[in-house]
């Protein structure tokens, strides 16, 4: 019915930057929330920042100035541009849609499969 595709992840040294894209399709009615997790080793997944329809936006504390989530709201995508990264930013990111699917009338929760960001000291 819905699928979120990622892009963007990749091998970049600390300090650098890298832009992660996540696209929605399928069957979808509206779109309430998109936003990006990550999960490291060893640790619980985290919300890293999500924007919410009335635009709204929200951010991990250990990623804010640094981090910058925004929507195109006409492709039904979200994008996450990350600058100054750092080793501890090393995860998998996954892209998230709070959502209600056409001819449904509860909302929800899609992820994408995934994308890998890896930062070098």
């Known amino acids: 019915q819905v699928q979120l595709v990622e892009s963007g992840g990749g091998l970049v040294q600390a300090g650098g930057s890298l832009r992660l894209s996540c696209a929605a399709s399928?069957?979808?009615?509206?779109?309430?929330?998109m936003g990006w997790y990550r999960e490291a080793p060893g640790k619980q997944r985290e919300l890293v920042a999500r924007i919410i329809s009335g635009g709204s936006i929200n951010y991990a504390n250990s990623v804010k100035g640094r981090f910058t989530i925004s929507r195109d709201n006409a492709k039904n995508t979200v994008y996450l541009q990350m600058n100054s990264l750092k080793p501890e930013d090393t995860a998998v990111y996954y892209c998230?849609?709070?959502?209600?699917?056409?001819?449904?009338?509860?909302?929800?929760?899609?992820w994408g499969q995934g994308t890998q960001v890896t930062v070098s000291s």
């Open positions: 998230n849609a709070d959502l209600t699917v056409l001819g449904e009338t509860i909302t929800t929760r899609w």
């Open positions: 399928g069957t979808i009615f509206t779109i309430n929330v």
